[in-house]
């Protein structure tokens, strides 16, 4: 069974990211590693914690942590910056340096087209929000 994560919204289009059970672990793995470091406002920690969360679903019960980027706990009075802040863990995501504080050396050539759609749909979500 894999996860998906796109839109609940039709205006944001049929934008989705479909990944395995691992892919899906060694995403939002990759994305609470690269956040961690950083400061964050309370709201940059709950789209954290709701990815964190998503990952610990996905631990327990395989197949069940598929989401829509629009479902993410996002304040209209501070999308623009949480979306700099993700745009920025992103980016960070993908690093080799973030990749190597994992258990395991995930394939990043596999990853990093995921993390690019992510960083798109959130993209698209701030200008259409």
């Known amino acids: 069974m ?3 994560i796109g839109f609940s919204k039709a205006v944001f289009g049929k934008a989705r990211i479909s990944m395995s059970n691992q892919g899906t672990d060694c995403f939002l793995e990759l994305l609470e590693l690269a956040a961690a470091e950083n ?3 309370n709201n940059q920690r709950k789209l954290i914690s709701f990815l964190k969360e998503r990952r ?3 631990l327990s019960a395989p197949g069940t942590a598929s989401f ?3 479902e993410m706990p996002w304040s209209k009075d501070t999308l623009s910056e949480d979306v700099v802040f993700m745009m920025k863990v992103i980016e960070k995501a993908k690093t080799v340096e973030v990749a190597g504080k994992l258990d395991y050396r995930p394939d990043l050539r596999i990853v990093s087209p ?3 759609q992510f960083s798109s749909m959130i ?3 701030d200008k259409d929000y």
Do not use: A, F, H, Y
């Open 123 to 125: 993209w698209k979500l």
């Open 68 to 70: 829509d980027v629009d």
């Open 2 to 4: 894999s996860n998906i």
């Open 56 to 58: 610990e679903e996905n």
């Open 39 to 41: 400061n964050m406002t």
């Open 114 to 116: 995921w993390l690019d």
